[in-house]
């Protein structure tokens, strides 16, 4: 099954977050990796019940080797923009950051598990 | 100065937002208000929640604003985010990486200038959009601003369409040429005169880009000035009652017009404007002129038309001269210029400017602009007031800054929405196409030969970059997680209004730009002379030349 | 009982209902003030007027309130429901019903009713809440004073802006 990661904004900052397992972290390679869907939702669930400290948690499918989340608008979140590579989380530069930015392929979209409507 | 100045109550009014807006952030951050409740309130304050961060989004009220307020902004993009702004096809200015809990700080900053963020999003009444010439052109009938600021104050926090199916936006054009895309808004409202020389509006409803686009009908030819809010109020309760709210995608006033037909909307307005108590609603005629006087008189000087010192400078310097060629406009006034500033350098993120830029437009507005400065939907700026006796030294102060790109209305003047790198709505990024195709043309001579070609590029539907009123539209849609473009030709926010009509198969990121330049070298082949633009050349040939061009593979599918 | 504010004289109290809320297929109380859907009330509301009782009709967003015009001299109250907050119609309905229909009996808000919407209620003419968010009279008469000015015309009749500068 596919590999997910819990990810949300932080109310305060809106800066984007991950759940490492024991606390909320800032970049995508110190994610906890999740191989299997209770404990997943089970962390999204408890997630949801943080509604002062994030906004919107949710689950993203993370590739075979765990070194990207799927999609391209997740890769997105996790690095920062492309017209400025000096901000955001890619400006930590180092070999996780690379990882995500050499990342190939994406199948879901979204990278939402629970996808919204999508038209065909 | 030419800005409308704020008296007291305007002042106060921006305090008091300030002050709710603080307090309900101080309920959202304690629980209070769920995120659900707190949503409109600060949307309604222009605040989103995007990919990075929040994002600000900060109203440049009708375009205009001076050389105060644009340092405020400067300060705020280096005290609050990462150092640079980016302007809008609404004339608004966005803060990519704001955080909540500076949020009630930031208006407070604003609101010292007058700057404010209110209803810059929302399902409420937008910031409206005038032509950034305003005062400035000759062939204008009145002054725009003038009437935008009087829809301001009547849609500033308007209890009635606080809650609207969904936005609404409203432009005001004063000339025969329209630097606003009006009738590609929800209202659009063109200033004109009946035969007895009385001012009014002509009016048009239900024009719009996104999923569906529409170019509204004129309902009514003329409407007297004096009734504008009136009839607004009309349009909007029809809208208020009638608008759907169960389809988001379906909940603007173009779906409600086009399903209802222009005819028997304009009926249902023109009854519900009967009805109305008029006499209340409309601005008596010394609230009007108080308005018009606040914006100020400009203390034009008496020049010749031909300044010698410009013409000794510009034969001197070719770079002076492609400037002037390019990016000057017809002042109203003898021995004056309007200068359009582009921010769109070649490599550069279109629309963006950092502090330090903003911070050298403002001085240049102050010391040679009658501190006078306007945005453009096409996301560059504009000192509408400049001698021709300085345009050497503005220019040179330009130069210094990376902010006297030659490239008005060029293929290199590219209108692209922040996208996929920063928007959460996005399918697809625009500014790397946008940063592709411009680097592609960089070449000023080059832009120049191929002369008047706008390229608008959008990462969604929502169509923030304009696309469907592009000569080249883009728009980024997501294809099995990839990014891919679909190009569409023919588009016009002009007066000219057209939409952009679907070349063919949606292409991958690394094939626009060739693409682009495909078209261009068809399209120069194929003019029957250089002063025929693009989109006339589109227009008398139709695709299929263009087609042709981009996927010359097109016969063997 | 869900609270019931009211604004009397430019104040916000808690008050009593007078009214019972009757759905649809529910029994008409035999005595009392009934609020009825707009459907009940224009087959059943006729007689508990004749009768002299509080009558009130209930108004979804979607129901045109220039319908009850006959009958808005012997209507103790008309309910606007807010389906969600968001859905602004109610307020258009408030707005005529204030000043073409002339109604000056009680307008109440009813549904999803939050204080964060008390400026606008007030404005459009709202003189009744019935809050979902468990807001007080005093959290209703903080929301809604937070403005010193307003720009337009309303139902409230508040000179606005310009009619303030007039007088300056």
Known sequence: MTLQALTANRLLDGDVVFWSGERWVEQFSDAHLYDDPEPAEAALATAKGLPTVLVDPYLIAVTDDGAAPVSFRERIRALGPSDHLELGKQAEGGAAIAAIQHAHGSALSTGRLSLIRRKP | MSLYAYDQIDREMLADRAAEFRGQVARRLSGDISEDQFKPLRLMNGLYLQLHAYMLRVAIPYGALDGRQLRALAAISRDFDKGYGHFTTRTNIQFHWIRLKDAPDILDRLAAVDLHAIQTSGNCIRNVTADPYAGATAEEIDDPRVWSEAIRQWSTFHPEFTYLPRKFK???????????????????????????????????????????????????????????????????????????????????????????????????????????????????????????????????????????????????????????????????????????????????????????????????????????????????????????????????????????????????????????????????????????????????????????????????????GHHHAGHIGILGVDKKGEEFYQLSLGGSGAEDASLAAILGPALPADQVAPAVEALVDAYLGLRSDPAERFLDTYRRLGPAPFKEAVYADAHQA | MPTLIRLEDGAFVEAVDRFVTVAADEAIPTDGGVILPLARFEAEGAALLDDGRPVGVLIQPDEAVEGLAYDLPRLALVALSFPKYRDGRAYSSAALLRTRLGFAGEVRAVGDVLREQAREMVRCGFDAYVPSDGSSAADWAGAAGRYRHVYQTAADRRAPAFVERESE
């Open chain 2, 170 to 464: 409203i432009a005001v054009t004063g000339s025969a040429k329209d630097r606003t895309a009006a009738r590609a808004h929800d209202i659009g409202l063109k200033l004109t005169r009946n035969r007895e020389g009385q001012l009014g509006f002509e009016v048009m409803v239900g024009g719009g880009m996104g999923r569906t686009p529409y170019l509204g009908p004129t309902i009514r030819q003329f409407l007297p000035a004096r009734s504008l809010l009136s009839y607004l109020t009309a349009i909007l309760r029809v809208y208020n009652r009638l608008g759907r709210r169960d389809n988001i995608y379906k909940a603007r006033i173009k779906i409600l017009v086009a399903s209802t037909g222009a005819e028997e909307f304009a009926r249902l307005v023109e009854a519900e404007w009967a009805a109305l108590d008029q006499a209340p609603i409309d601005l008596p005629d010394l609230e009007l002129a108080r308005i018009r006087t606040a914006f100020g008189v400009v203390p034009f000087e008496t020049l010749p038309a031909r300044s010698d010192v410009f013409e000794a400078a510009r034969a001197a310097d070719p770079a002076l001269a492609r400037f002037a060629r390019n990016n000057l406009a017809p002042h109203k006034r003898s021995g004056y210029a309007i200068v359009n500033i582009s921010l769109k350098a070649p490599g550069e993120t279109p629309g963006d400017a950092t502090a330090a830029q903003m911070e050298a437009v403002a001085a240049v507005a102050e010391r040679y602009g009658q501190d006078d400065i306007r945005v453009t939907h096409a996301q560059n700026l504009v000192l509408p007031h400049v001698k021709l006796d300085d345009l050497p030294v503005v220019f040179a102060e330009l130069q210094r800054h990376g902010l006297a790109t030659p490239n008005l209305d060029l293929v290199t003047d590219i209108i692209a929405c922040p996208g996929l790198d920063y928007c959460a709505l996005a399918n697809a990024r625009a500014i790397p196409i946008a940063q592709d195709i411009a680097r592609r043309f960089a070449a000023p001579d080059r832009a120049e030969a191929i002369g008047e070609l706008k390229v608008k590029i959008s990462g969604c539907i929502n169509a923030c």
